[in-house]
């Protein structure tokens, strides 16, 4: 009977292993897959602004394309996080969307999937401001803005896929019930084995809680969009995204820093180890620090 035992035990432990490495590949893949889209999603932000047109007469419209862009960016971001969201919360962190018309909120609540809507929006604005000289890029360098969406949506896609598509029923059902037989048979086999009640009942419980534990450990990584502990922090990633956006839109992140271009020296390129806090205070301290004087064009 005991060796029954190892060998029930033996396969029984080989599924529960096999779950966590799938449950933990689950975990890791949502985490991946979220940072990703937000990367490239970032990365047209960022490569947008760059685009837009320096000529003082299209300032105006260039600041109502880049507001409007940097809140259609967060609400598209928010929208693929509520599609994979499992928490009860789902009200996230959003740039204001005050001065959005109605209709076009209404569209997108009731649409079979807002991303696509709220993408297809970035992309109708994206054309209108190239049409209208807001944005001035050759069309080559500005068709990888539509490749970043692009890949975006497909990364949601496969995002979505985690919590759309859980581990298959007939595995969690045999593993629960294997773990149930396994639980029952080695309280009689250790009875009938060990003399002494005491240490028979703590063979028992280290080697069922082993397997328990392994068990709900797998539970807990298999669905990581989640209120749980252990789950991917939504709530906070859609927080970090905000405060990217909304750095690229500082004056000082709209042109390049001034730099005082001496051949000569440049040519050196020198090289030294350098904190920056300890050089932008000894540069206070000189007083030879120079400071932006006016807004960027």
């Not at 047109?53 to 300032?59: F, I, L, Q, S």
């Not at 569209?107 to 944005?135: F, G, P, Y």
């Not at 360098?141 to 029923?169: E, H, M, T």
């Amino acid at each position: 009977v005991s060796d029954r035992l190892r060998d029930f035990s033996f396969v029984l432990g080989f599924l529960i292993v096999f779950r966590v490495q799938t449950a933990y590949a689950r975990w890791w893949e949502a985490g991946t897959l979220l940072q990703q889209l937000r990367g490239e999603w970032f990365n047209s932000f960022s490569s947008l602004l760059a685009f837009c047109n320096n000529d003082p007469e299209k300032w105006p419209e260039v600041e109502r394309f880049q507001h409007f862009l940097i809140r259609l960016i967060s609400l598209l971001y928010a929208n693929a996080l509520k599609q994979v969201s499992a928490m009860k919360d789902n009200a996230f962190e959003l740039i204001s969307i005050e001065g959005f018309d109605l209709d076009s909120l209404e569209a997108m609540i009731k649409a079979h999937d807002s991303c696509e809507l709220v993408a297809q929006w970035i992309q109708r604005l994206i054309v209108d401001a190239n049409t209208k000289d807001i944005i001035k890029i050759a069309p080559p360098i500005l068709s990888r803005v539509y490749d970043q969406l692009g890949r975006g949506i497909v990364r949601l896609n496969n995002a979505r896929k985690i919590r759309q598509f859980p581990i298959p029923f007939p595995l969690a059902q045999m593993v629960a019930l294997m773990l149930l037989m396994h639980l029952v048979v080695t309280v009689f086999v250790t009875a009938s084995k060990i003399d002494s009640a005491a240490i028979g009942a703590g063979f028992t419980f280290v080697i069922v809680l082993a397997f328990w534990s392994i068990h709900f450990i797998a539970l807990e990584l298999e669905q990581p969009y989640g209120d749980d502990p252990n789950d991917l922090p939504l709530h906070e990633m859609m927080t970090d995204l905000n405060q990217s956006l909304s750095g690229l839109l500082k004056p000082v992140a709209l042109s390049p820093p001034l730099y005082d271009f001496d051949l000569d020296r440049a040519c050196k390129l020198e090289k030294s180890r350098c904190d920056f806090h300890t050089h932008v205070t000894d540069l206070k301290a000189s007083g030879k620090g120079r400071r932006r004087t006016s807004k960027p064009a």
